[in-house]
């Protein structure tokens, strides 16, 4: 539940730190900061932070991007409420197919919102590839660029390496070997953790 929010007029300014989940459809999860379970401290708290977000995490390609700038009309108060509810929704569907526990339904949503996606997208070639292009004329183009993320991400070999940081709920493609990572960053939770071991020693 994400009921608080830090808010500079300039926006969050997002740095690797806010990017560490190895594809833009977990990066897009990590958008609340957390410093425990909590998923307390929204960071899309306007649709400036979406832009800055998508640019920076590499969600549309540029071409795209450029074309929703283009035309803000579609980016209304109602679609951000929409857009921050699907993120939870996704949360927990993500949740359960990573874990196996947790809300079945958030999971049969996400398929839903991925059809649904897929549905209003134009399967295109693109930079020498083929690729679905959200279409750019509807307030659900942010919701549907992001489950065509979760749609890629869910299909690739990533899907069976993605882990959930053992400190706060930020999701990571774990592309290690060995061991695995245990946390989303070890400049954040990673050093945490440790301060907090080294401390009950
Ligand atoms: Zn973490």
């Given at each position: 539940m994400v009921t608080s929010s830090q808010?500079?007029?300039?926006?969050h300014r997002w740095s690797d730190a806010d990017l560490v989940g190895g594809h833009p459809a977990l990066d897009f999860l990590n958008t609340?900061?957390?410093?425990?379970?909590?998923?307390?401290?929204?960071?899309l708290v306007q649709w400036h932070d979406v832009h800055?977000?998508?640019?920076?995490a590499g969600l549309l390609a540029p071409a795209d991007?450029?074309?929703f700038r283009q035309q803000?009309?579609?980016d209304g108060a109602d679609a951000l409420?929409?857009?921050h509810r699907f993120r939870e929704d996704a949360y927990a569907a993500i949740v359960h197919v990573t874990s196996g526990v947790g809300d079945r339904r958030a999971y049969d949503r996400l398929a839903a919102a991925i059809r649904d996606a897929i549905g209003r997208s134009t399967f295109t070639t693109f930079d020498g590839r083929f690729v679905?292009?959200?279409d750019v004329q509807t307030a659900w183009r942010w919701i549907d660029s992001v489950a065509l993320a979760f749609e890629h991400l869910m299909r690739s070999e990533d899907s069976g390496r993605v882990r959930q940081c053992g400190r706060c709920t930020w999701f990571f493609v774990d592309r290690g070997r060995g061991a695995g990572r245990r946390w989303c960053d070890m400049?954040?939770?990673g050093n945490r953790a440790k301060a907090e071991a080294f401390r009950e020693r």
């Open positions: 808010h500079s007029p300039q926006g609340v900061a957390d410093k425990g379970k909590t998923r307390m401290e929204e960071k800055t977000w998508a640019a920076a991007l450029t074309r803000p009309e579609w409420t929409a857009l679905w292009r959200p400049r954040t939770c």
